[in-house]
């Protein structure tokens, strides 16, 4: 994998490096905030190699990688202007006109989005914080008990406390870089509400306590969540209206100082008290819904996180996640679905390595289902076995249903931050035999659903005496039935001045296009109007059907193999709809580009009528 180039690909199609605010990643994802959405080429993104899917939720443009995720998130960072978990420097002044309006109807999907780039930054946090708890439990428990006495383990404690206590400071970071002011100013004004003078007057119980005559009432904000995403917008406006208003030589005196003043002291008197309740309303509702639907709950939700995770809404839930941590104290039900769902897809994909007949996808499935019971990464499963076989689905929703409502009929709840997986079963502490029983639930209804409803396994075309002629390696051939142009003859510039490369061009006379050579199918674009191979000699060729065909949006258009197969010179790989592109104004001339011949001094021919099958080279 040419990472470098599918790096400079994921750029130049998200929009260019200048349209990037800031590029995150997770376990599978690149993440990106853009300054204008409708910028991206989705369907190109989609049809680079090594791209799996791309979703757009939470205000994220996301680029599902796999395993490829590392490298190529290293080359952007390392090769572009582009900044990593913060965002680009904006004139306070004149923000970017690109954003989509606020409105009634995007309101809601906006709120969220910024609730949850802003807890982003925190989960790392929490999570490290959370499996050091763990630790600190499990050695307490199994090992030494007389360690819980020691000043190490005082010590260790307040590393693991950390994220939590703090957790106002890192939320208020995130908020801050997802507005685009100055994160500084929000963490400041959020650490007033932890400093000691403010704490003691709240451990003294302490009477009459005033900011210039008004009422500050005296609550903990220690793991307070959304006091700090107030606190943080309050800056963010504050900051730019004293940028409009202070005189350019004053501006770094009075703009810092004005803006911690404002938010700092609206944050005793209103946005902490606010906040508090707001969270205290959001944890009324989700115990609400664990003492009365709770077991419902939890298997609707594990169900449903499937089409979630495909469309990163999954992210959007997480910030409640936290608060339930803080308020009551423990999650029973989000947490505890998201774990049952990539037990569900794990189970699944053991259920399809059981009924498949091919060796190698068997393999394939058992690693996946490791991967997501083990380490909690589903997104291989679902884009490479359960979405593309269909049925798997329906076991991955039957799964997570059935062991949601076993798990919380059981009373299954998460005390601590942790992830997702079989390592983080501590983080349930007294409960954990209750999502043991659940899981185990989980993973065989998904299995035996997903073997009862078998998968639709792609099978053998007989091949055409085309296909069935043998070719030498280095053999380019004709793809289709028709005749020949000079590339310089198409009515696109383009192919006619070669920006692609030398080639040749087909006027067609028959519906299949098929392989001009023996290689690999590298790039197959999900509209069909184009794709790739690379030879066993590294030559890579292009073959593109049509011009601006990709307009169609696959309509016209039916692929009959997929990508990353190995073809044969002559094999067919899109069937096309003649008569209906055509009938829509489109010109069928289709080209096939040598894009790289790696030195090689090829000639093809351009002259003539073929048939599939004929030697060009």
């Given at each position: 994998?040419?990472?470098?180039?599918?790096a400079?690909?994921?750029?130049?199609?998200?929009?260019?490096?200048?349209?990037?605010?800031?590029v995150?990643?997770?376990?599978?994802?690149?993440?990106?905030?853009?300054?204008?959405?409708?910028?991206?080429?989705?369907?190109?993104?989609?049809?680079l190699?090594?791209?799996?899917?791309?979703?757009?939720?939470?205000?994220?443009?996301?680029?599902?990688?796999?395993?490829?995720?590392?490298?190529?998130?290293?080359?952007?960072?390392?090769?572009?202007?582009?900044?990593?978990?913060?965002?680009?420097?904006e004139?306070?002044d004149?923000?970017?006109n690109?954003?989509?309006?606020?409105?009634?109807?995007?309101?809601?999907?906006?709120?969220?989005?910024?609730i949850?780039?802003?807890?982003?930054?925190?989960?790392?946090?929490?999570?490290?914080g959370?499996?050091?708890?763990?630790?600190?439990?499990?050695?307490?428990?199994?090992?030494?008990?007389?360690?819980?006495e020691s000043?190490?383990?005082?010590l260790?404690s307040?590393?693991?406390?950390?994220?939590?206590?703090?957790?106002?400071?890192?939320?208020?970071?995130?908020?801050?870089?997802?507005?685009?002011?100055?994160?500084?100013?929000?963490?400041?004004?959020?650490?007033?509400?932890?400093?000691?003078?403010?704490?003691?007057?709240?451990?003294?119980?302490?009477?009459?306590?005033?900011?210039?005559?008004?009422?500050?009432?005296?609550?903990?904000?220690?793991?307070?969540?959304?006091?700090a995403?107030?606190i943080?917008?309050?800056a963010?406006?504050a900051?730019?209206?004293?940028?409009?208003?202070?005189?350019?030589?004053?501006?770094?005196?009075?703009?810092?100082?004005?803006?911690?003043?404002?938010?700092?002291?609206?944050?005793?008197?209103?946005?902490?008290?606010?906040?508090?309740?707001?969270?205290?309303?959001?944890?009324?509702?989700?115990?609400?819904?664990?003492?009365?639907?709770?077991?419902?709950?939890?298997?609707?939700?594990?169900?449903?996180?499937?089409?979630?995770?495909?469309?990163?809404?999954?992210?959007?839930i997480?910030?409640f996640?936290?608060?339930?941590?803080?308020?009551?104290?423990?999650?029973?039900?989000?947490?505890?679905?998201?774990?049952?769902?990539?037990?569900?897809?794990?189970?699944?994909?053991?259920g399809?390595?059981?009924?498949?007949?091919?060796?190698?996808?068997?393999?394939?499935?058992?690693?996946?289902?490791?991967?997501?019971?083990?380490a909690?990464?589903?997104?291989?499963?679902?884009?490479?076995?359960n979405?593309?076989?269909?049925?798997?689905?329906?076991?991955?929703?039957?799964?997570?249903?059935?062991?949601?409502?076993?798990?919380?009929?059981?009373?299954?709840r998460?005390y601590?931050m942790?992830?997702?997986?079989?390592?983080?079963?501590?983080?349930?502490?007294?409960?954990?035999?209750?999502?043991?029983?659940?899981?185990?639930?989980?993973i065989v209804t998904?299995?035996?659903?997903t073997?009862?409803?078998?998968?639709?396994?792609?099978?053998?075309?007989?091949?055409?005496?085309?296909?069935?002629?043998?070719?030498?390696?280095?053999?380019?051939?004709?793809?289709?039935?028709?005749?020949?142009?000079?590339?310089?003859?198409?009515?696109?510039?383009?192919?006619?001045?070669?920006?692609?490369?030398?080639?040749?061009?087909?006027?067609?006379?028959?519906?299949?296009?098929?392989?001009?050579?023996?290689?690999?199918?590298?790039t197959?674009?999900?509209?069909?109007?184009a794709?790739?191979?690379?030879?066993?000699?590294?030559i890579?060729?292009?073959?593109?059907?049509?011009?601006d065909?990709?307009n169609?949006?696959?309509?016209g258009?039916?692929?009959?193999?997929?990508?990353?197969?190995?073809?044969?010179?002559g094999?067919?790989?899109?069937?096309v709809?003649?008569?209906k592109?055509?009938?829509?104004?489109?010109?069928?001339t289709?080209?096939?580009?040598?894009?790289?011949?790696?030195?090689?001094?090829?000639?093809?021919?351009?002259?003539?009528?073929?048939?599939?099958?004929?030697?060009?080279?």
């Open positions: 994998m040419d990472y470098k180039k599918l400079k690909d994921i750029v130049t199609n998200v929009g260019g490096e200048d349209n990037i605010q800031v995150n990643h997770c376990m599978t994802r690149l993440r990106f905030n853009l300054k204008d959405n409708s910028k991206p080429d989705k369907k190109v993104l989609e049809g190699e090594g791209v799996l899917g791309v979703v757009y939720a939470g205000d994220q443009y996301m680029v599902i990688l796999g395993q490829h995720l590392l490298p190529t998130y290293e080359e952007i960072v390392n090769n572009y202007h582009v900044k990593a978990g913060e965002s680009i420097d004139n306070l004149d923000l970017s690109t954003k989509e309006p606020l409105s009634f109807k995007n309101a809601g999907g906006r709120l969220i989005g910024f949850s780039s802003s807890v982003t930054p925190l989960i790392p946090g929490l999570i490290a959370g499996m050091l708890k763990v630790v600190l439990l499990l050695v307490v428990t199994f090992l030494s008990p007389e360690f819980a000043s190490s383990h005082q260790l307040a590393i693991a406390d950390a994220p939590f206590y703090f957790m106002p400071l890192i939320v208020a970071y995130g908020a801050a870089t997802k507005l685009g002011g100055t994160p500084v100013y929000s963490i400041v004004a959020a650490a007033a509400l932890l400093h000691g003078n403010y704490t003691g007057l709240v451990t003294e119980a302490a009477t009459n306590v005033n900011l210039f005559g008004i009422n500050v009432p005296l609550l903990s904000y220690g793991t307070s969540l959304l006091p995403l107030l943080a917008v309050v963010y406006y900051e730019k209206y004293l940028n409009k208003i202070v005189p350019g030589i004053f501006k770094s005196v009075f703009v810092g100082m004005g803006t911690v003043l404002i938010a700092g002291g609206l944050a005793f008197v209103v946005l902490g008290p606010l906040g508090n309740m707001l969270g205290q309303v959001i944890a009324s509702v989700f115990m609400f819904l664990s003492g009365t639907i709770g077991p419902i709950a939890v298997g609707l939700l594990a169900a449903a996180l499937p089409w979630m995770v495909m469309t990163g809404m999954h992210t959007a997480a910030p996640m936290t608060q339930l941590l803080v308020n009551p104290g423990y999650d029973a039900i989000i947490r505890p679905a998201f774990l049952l769902h990539n037990m569900a897809e794990g189970g699944a994909n053991l399809v390595a059981a009924r498949t007949k091919n060796a190698k996808l068997r393999s394939e499935c058992i690693s996946l289902a490791i991967g997501c019971i083990v909690g990464v589903t997104e291989p499963a679902i884009y490479g076995v979405l593309k076989y269909r049925k798997p689905m329906y076991g991955v929703m039957a799964g997570g249903f059935v062991g949601g409502v076993v798990a919380s009929l059981l009373g299954a998460v601590i942790g992830y997702s997986n079989l390592l983080a079963l501590p983080i349930f502490q007294e409960t954990v035999m209750a999502i043991v029983i659940g899981i185990v639930a989980t998904a299995a035996v659903v073997y009862m409803l078998g998968i639709d396994e792609t099978e053998s075309v007989d091949l055409a005496e085309p296909v069935k002629a043998l070719y030498p390696d280095d053999a380019i051939v004709a793809i289709t039935e028709g005749d020949l142009l000079p590339l310089t003859e198409v009515n696109d510039e383009t192919f006619s001045k070669k920006m692609l490369g030398d080639g040749v061009a087909f006027k067609l006379d028959s519906d299949f296009i098929c392989a001009p050579a023996n290689g690999q199918l590298t197959l674009f999900p509209t069909g109007h794709f790739g191979i690379t030879t066993k000699e590294g890579e060729l292009l073959v593109h059907i049509g011009i065909t990709v169609l949006k696959g309509e258009f039916d692929v009959l193999v997929e990508q990353g197969e190995e073809v044969r010179a094999e067919p790989i899109v069937r709809d003649r008569e592109i055509t009938a829509a104004g489109y010109d069928l289709t080209m096939l580009i040598l894009t790289n011949d790696f030195d090689h001094e090829i000639q093809l021919n351009n002259q003539g009528q073929v048939k599939v099958g004929t030697s060009l080279n």
